[in-house]
């Protein structure tokens, strides 16, 4: 993993322990943002180069399976996301992000890493 890649995976596993703890803290219901969590976690697996099924997934979103799974239906049809049936096992699901969704996230990781004083810097050279 490069350097940026690494930074951008730390900070997408940082936000995912933060929404762990607000979730925790508050309840996941009053602090509800599955279409982040699914987006961020299949980020970090790109990344990480790991296959996400459905099913992890929507345990992921921190929301009800069928919260979570109407979320990944939002995300396929807004073209962030794609699913895929696992060529090993039909039974699984695969979702991955489209190039569509990496360039949103890519955009969206940047942004966030200026806001926490991060190397990492915007095209401009502006964080």
Known sequence: MADSESWRANLCKALIHERRLMGEALGFELVENANFDILIELYLAR????????????????????????KITQLVAAGLILR?????????????????GVTVLD?????????????????????
């Open 107 to 127: 955009n969206l990781i940047r942004k966030l890493a200026g806001t926490r004083g991060s190397p990492m810097r915007l095209p401009g050279g502006t964080n």
């Open 47 to 70: 990344m990480e180069r790991r296959q996400v099924f459905v099913w992890s997934l929507c345990a992921a979103a921190n929301a009800p399976y069928s919260t979570a799974y109407r």
């Open 84 to 100: 895929h049936d696992d060529t090993n096992d039909r039974r699984r699901v695969e979702v991955e992000l489209t190039s569509r």
